[in-house]
């Protein structure tokens, strides 16, 4: 061992911590500089994809909702979408907007939590009251919709949906889009804009273009480093192609690009939405599915943009009522793993709940 | 910072719950034949068919739920032929006792 080697301490993060799931990285400390950074993932463990194994897609529709808590609905999509693959269903219009219309308030409601834990980190507790406050009126049309405000025991499942939007929830939806804006609009001026938030973020865990591929990043995380992905476009799922919306894009790399990413995402959620809402058909919005009915055999690869990034799905079947594999794909396990490790050496200690926030990451869903 | 608060003053105000709320189940034993599809379709196994206590006016097999194990994902209300088990805007299922949470298929409802 050299003698500056002596000088070195290890410093655990986590296992447990405000605002996310379990997760630990050792970090090693020469002073306040980070030397070596590793994860330790695997507190959340909880075995997804066995249990699939024991369990039929209508169970499993069900069971999707909890690989990651922040957006369950993202995660019923997936998973309905392999099975359909699968099955070969033949979705019917409706339910297609209605899944995407979910799908796009997930995406905001897991943003606002975003927000809410980078104010949290950067020691500012206001914005995570404003951000959480106005995330809940978004729960409040989840409620309205699946009866959960969290989970919705598998409202998107394979087939269609499991049921048709109530009386009276555009009206109650446009409203919430609306208090939404008005949300971000003081998030703006507080939080985006904010002079000492931007000196806190501004060059600060910067991941370079080259290093995206390398380490595997996708979703916000890809596209503050330059990188144009989002599977919305390059492979179009449901009825993205016939939607007009943007990517987002910055160029810096840093935790600031990152959520100034977050941002614009969350107006164009809104955008998509209220168009959504606006071409909307009528008509059923689920093919008949039998709860016991045998699946087809094949296999199937299925992948959505989730808040996070790239979520997808693998799924074999030999013809049972059950599945024969599952293989699940979460974003966050490439951004906690590989990309955190590469962040944090060379940063200081102070920054290590914000990189680690920026990334916009759930445990949850990296161990599933 | 004059606009109204967010939140409600909760023990004496109270936010209206949802049409389709998924809260605690009630289970009507007449309605009931017996299929078993609550027991095959829940996720969870929360539902085991048992003999009901009365057993000379029900003498099949009925819907023990046992709310501890249940996830609360409605799929045995959607699935039941006859409309026997309905899910409630009932949240308040908190308790000290994991025995009160298993619902047996009497009239009662609840096991003693």
Known sequence: MKEKDLFLYELPFGPAHSGSGNFHVKIIMDGEKIVEARADPGYLHRGFEKLMEYRSPIQNAVLSDRICVLEPLSWNLVHAEVVDKIMGYDIPERAKYIRVIMAELTRVQSHLIWFGATSIATGFDTGFKIAIGYRDYILDLFEMVTGGRVYPAGYIRPGGVRWDFPDGFKNKCNEVLEKIEKGMASMDKILFKNHTFKLRTKDIGILNKKDVSILGATGPVARASGIKMDVRKDDPYEIYDNLEFEVPVEDEGDAYARFMVGREEVNQSINIIRQALREMPEGSISVK???????????????????????????????????????????????????????LVGSQIADVPLIHWSLNHCPADMDR | MVSKPMTVKFPYEKLETAERYRGEHVFDIDKCISCGVCERVCPNKAIEMVSAKDKEKYPKKYPKIDLGKCCFCALCQEFCPKGAIKLTKNYFLATFDSVSLIYIPDKNYKED
């Open chain 1, 289 to 343: 599915i039998m709860p016991f009915g045998k699946m087809k055999e094949g296999e199937a690869y299925a992948r959505i943009e989730a808040a996070r990034g790239e979520a997808g799905m693998y799924m074999v079947s030999n013809g049972k009522s059950v599945p024969y594999r599952v293989k699940i794909r979460g974003p966050s396990f490439l951004h906690l793993i590989p990309v955190l490790q590469h962040l």
